[in-house]
DNA sequence: GCATAAAATTGACGCGGATCAAGAAAAGCA
DNA sequence: TGCTTTTCTTGATCCGCGTCAATTTTATGC
């Protein structure tokens, strides 16, 4: 079947036996949608969580005042919402797609069954304790690095240390995701132009070594 | 037995059997330990995680410029460093006691068997999704709020809306804590003071309902 | 008890980045 | 294709908070 095929090449739950991952296939619905889609708001009930296969996905909260805080972007591969599986009926978060996406929703009771499976249980726990670490590592660079160290980070673990990086987000989303505002990073951008650190046009950013090595 | 009465008293894992409870306490390690004692550091190997009964107990990172960034600051009836279980062989955080502490040492092999148990491990899960949740609220402010916000989530967050709070920290950890200098929170205080909001003397904070509205 | 260290306060100063406003460029749409 | 709307850029200004340095206060040890 399809579904199975594409969870086989998203790597979720590499560890995982056939049988978990044959049961998994069966029982998560697969989700397309286009680009600026929100699949579900902070505060709002629910009673599922996301695989995200394709494309990239916006988490963000936001702030008594109005302003978007992104949490974390996802990327193909990762889960999202599992925090609705177990604790509390209400999504914490808001989820928008900043492409087209193809993701996959699983139940709660779907998902309680699986966690039976041994090797499933221990792949789950692992993702969660990742994620933990992710937030965690957040927290250190917001409080002690400055925006350009942030930007280098940001595009360090969506895209690795490569040359050149298909970007597939809009500055302004960018500018959220490491917590400043456009016009900062826009001034950013500038400065990295005029040391020749990075360059960005059309959708398509150009590194230099340098860039990767001074912070 | 002993540790089975703390256990019942700290509100560890509340939902779970009586088997899984009594399984618990029979292969968790009481530890006592006096103030500013260093329970593990960041980077540091280990295979043990912690149930915290007494006292309260500080975790933080060092930047590479060497800040000491607060990740949490953790309270009776928390568990930290479950990340070592399952993830990496290595703690991500430094964990010093802040006061006197008991706390129980629980090892990876002895969790694993528990998780076996399905009160036990929702148990588990559920707490590792609080947490979560915690940190994503804990981002989402640190990228919003200003200090003085911060002030008052964290009293809030551990001691909740009260007029009379013992703090048993000291400033420069509260500071610390709430991602600010020492310098910034003493001009805060004496901020706080001239409104009438709060006053602090000798380890005793008392508040006006003032503070906890204006925000 | 004094001596030394650590914690807390206070002032002066500067910088990073937010905010506001206005214009340029690009994208969406009829 | 032209019109509207959003995104991006650029400049001016402002402010919160960090940094540095100098005291003062409190804690700690002999």
């Given amino acids: 079947m399809k579904v199975r095929q594409i969870l086989d090449q998203a790597g979720f739950f590499e560890g995982i036996s056939r049988e978990s991952k044959d049961a998994l296939a069966r029982v998560c619905m697969p989700i397309e949608r286009p680009k600026h889609t929100t699949l579900f708001r902070e505060?709002?009930?629910?009673?599922?969580?996301?695989?995200?296969?394709?494309?990239?996905?916006?988490?963000?909260?936001l702030s008594p005042e109005g302003r978007e805080v992104v949490i974390k972007v996802i990327q193909p591969g990762e889960v999202f919402a599992e925090v609705i599986l177990f604790e509390k009926k209400y999504y914490p978060v808001t989820a928008v797609s900043l492409t087209e996406i193809l993701a996959f929703k699983l139940l709660r009771r779907d998902l309680k069954?699986?966690?039976?499976?041994?090797?499933?249980?221990?792949?789950?726990?692992?993702?969660?304790?990742?994620?933990?670490?992710?937030?965690?590592?957040?927290?250190?660079?917001?409080t002690s690095q400055d925006v350009e160290q942030r930007l280098r980070a940001f595009?360090?673990?969506?895209?690795?240390?490569?040359?050149?990086?298909?970007?597939?987000?809009?500055?302004?989303q960018l500018?959220?995701?490491i917590g400043a505002t456009p016009?900062?990073?826009?001034?950013?951008?500038?400065?990295?132009?005029r040391r020749k650190c990075l360059t960005w046009k059309q959708g398509v950013i150009k590194t230099s070594p340098d860039f990767w090595l001074d912070g």
């Avoid at 009930?45 to 963000?60: D, K, N, T, V, Y």
């Fill in 183 to 193: 016009e900062t990073l826009s001034r950013l951008l500038q400065d990295l132009n």
């Fill in 113 to 142: 069954h699986l966690l039976r499976e041994e090797d499933f249980r221990n792949d789950f726990i692992a993702m969660l304790l990742r994620k933990q670490r992710y937030l965690t590592d957040k927290i250190q660079q917001l």
């Fill in 155 to 172: 595009l360090l673990e969506q895209y690795g240390e490569r040359e050149q990086i298909q970007v597939e987000i809009n500055k302004k």
């Fill in 175 to 177: 500018a959220s995701a």
């Fill in 43 to 61: 505060a709002e009930p629910g009673e599922a969580m996301f695989l995200l296969a394709r494309g990239r996905i916006s988490l963000h909260k």
